[in-house]
């Protein structure tokens, strides 16, 4: 059974840094594309970065390019997003995704539980 556990979330202070981890388990692919969405309450979903087991390219939504890095050890199956330059705006719970493709689509077919990412003074 597919699984995708997150961690890292927390409170942070406007321009401070988090790591967000997401490990993958329960399925076997030759590739994929893992990433992380994000939503806030009583607003849609929006897609953050993604990046692809094949070949290691990324995606990054325009309202985090520049602070968001998106990296994946493929022999473990995890996923990290390292987010600097954090803003208040970045709050939002953070969704660890993965979509059977083998490049990003955002199309997703999976979805972990979530965890809170808090950016406040």
């Known amino acids: 059974q597919l699984q995708l556990v997150e961690s890292g979330g927390g409170l942070v202070q406007p321009g401070g840094s988090l790591r967000l981890s997401c490990v993958a388990s329960?399925?076997?692919?030759?590739?994929?594309?893992i990433g992380w969405v994000r939503q806030v309450p009583g607003k849609e979903r929006e897609g953050v970065s993604c990046?692809?087991?094949?070949?290691?390219?990324?995606y990054y939504a325009p309202s985090v390019k520049g602070r968001f890095t998106i990296t994946l050890d493929n022999a473990k199956n995890t996923v990290s997003l390292r987010m600097d330059s954090l803003r208040p705006e970045d709050t939002a719970v953070y969704y660890c995704?993965?979509?059977?493709?083998?490049?990003?689509?955002?199309?997703?077919?999976?979805w972990g539980q979530g965890t809170q990412v808090t950016v406040s003074s």
């Open positions: 995704a993965i979509e059977f493709l083998s490049r990003c689509t955002g199309s997703w077919d999976s």
């Open positions: 329960g399925f076997t692919l030759d590739s994929y594309s």
């Open positions: 990046i692809s087991s094949r070949d290691g390219s990324t």
